[in-house]
């Protein structure tokens, strides 16, 4: 294909493999967005099901294929809500249990594995209505057995009072053996289909989705940016993912916690592993290249250079060497750089290496740091390495 050129081949592999993870890398502008872009065309291509979850305003996919399925990172509360829902919509239409890996990934953001829904304010003629302005009467019936199923559900079984003695109005779903009671749940989700239309009637305020946190009841709206980022990212995959699906995944960072940023990948493959997905993530953070060769020993990291990506070949490395290998940034108190700095004025030292090229390497270092303190060290080095020099030269003399 066009463009694709001077990819990687690892990157354009088609055979699906375990733990095929790859991280691209690379300051803004240096194309990670638009190679994003490339892979998704390459692949729908060749057949594939794409994946595109972008989590900056300013990505690049622009497929069109009714293969390719995308989440854009648009931001805001009610943005979030209305991706869950839509997966609540997807459940109903397919496969009822594909919600599980959803419940389980709230465990990753600290909420209970449940989650919940209340139609609000149903009216009470809603049967009239329904049977009134529905043009398909087999659909109105549907809809008035589902509204009665949920009245029954949410107000009148027993499991329905919450721990204060009131009667909430959630539908709360949650794993389980297959039982005759989950089914029925899990087949209220149907409600999420005929939200629009039957607030548009006039019969329902809308749809309200909860989550619980050590008990606690907690509306969609009150979670964090970064917990309603996370929790749609994985409930849209969990509503779309299919086998040997290619995952691609732009700036996952953005609004994420730094503990979430280190298991993002970990986690995206302990919830799809069985589907083999392809999975390639742009990335600025550190903590997402760290925390995905830790979990996935077979993780590719790929830097962009001079208008090029090329393989890392590097041994596990900590976040301060990910910080100076592959980002090019020197942190403050770094241990990493410290011991590096060791080891090479040893090298000096020994006469391997001339001060001319030592101080070239220190300035380099300074040229990369963002710390005034670490500056005065490297400075300081600096000194330090002329008088190495001074007493080697007496010494020889």
Do not use: C
Not at 225 to 250: C, H, R
């Amino acid at each position: 294909m066009e463009g694709l050129l001077h990819v990687p081949q690892e990157l354009l592999q088609l055979k699906p493999i375990a733990n095929d993870v790859s991280v691209l890398i690379g300051e803004n502008g240096s194309g990670k967005s638009t190679l994003l872009n490339k892979l998704s065309h390459y692949f729908l291509e060749n057949k594939k099901e794409v994946i595109a979850i972008a989590n900056s305003i300013h990505d690049k996919f622009d497929s069109k294929s009714r293969r390719f399925y995308s989440l854009r990172g648009r931001s805001g509360r009610n943005h979030s809500t209305s991706v869950i829902k839509k997966a609540m919509a997807n459940i109903a239409r397919s496969d009822v249990f594909i919600l599980t890996n959803s419940i389980r990934a709230l465990n990753y953001v600290g909420f209970d594995p449940v989650m919940g829904f209340k139609v609000n304010n149903i009216v009470s003629d809603f049967e009239f209505l329904i049977i009134e302005y529905f043009e398909n009467y087999d659909q109105a019936r549907e809809v008035i057995t589902l509204i009665d199923n949920y009245l029954h559900d949410a107000f009148y079984k027993r499991e329905s009072v919450s721990s204060n003695g009131n009667r909430e109005g959630i539908i709360w779903l949650e794993e389980g053996r297959f039982s005759y009671d989950l089914y029925d749940k899990y087949n209220l989700t149907n409600l999420f289909i005929w939200e629009s239309k039957l607030r548009s009637l006039g019969v329902i305020d809308g749809i309200e989705v909860f989550l619980r946190r050590n008990g606690q009841n907690i509306t969609m709206l009150n979670a964090s940016s970064g917990e309603l980022s996370l929790i749609s990212s994985i409930v849209y995959l969990s509503t779309v993912i299919t086998n040997d699906s290619v995952i691609l995944i732009d700036e996952p960072e953005n609004s994420l916690h730094p503990k979430w940023q280190k298991e993002y990948v970990k986690n995206i493959l302990d919830l799809f592993y069985n589907y083999q997905p392809k999975v390639v993530v742009a990335t600025h953070s550190p903590l997402i290249v760290n925390g995905a060769e830790l979990s996935v020993k077979e993780t590719k990291v790929y830097k962009a250079e001079g208008g090029e990506f090329s393989l890392q070949n590097e041994s596990l490395l900590n976040v301060e060497e990910i910080f100076f290998k592959f980002f090019d940034l020197a942190t403050p108190q770094n241990r990493f750089l410290s011991e590096r700095l060791v080891r090479v004025l040893n090298v000096l030292e020994k006469n391997r290496m001339t001060l001319e090229e030592f101080q070239s390497y220190i300035e380099r270092i300074k040229s990369e740091s963002y710390d005034p303190k670490q500056i005065d060290v490297l400075n300081t080095i600096k000194i330090l390495a002329e008088n190495i020099k001074k007493l080697n030269k007496i010494n020889e003399n």
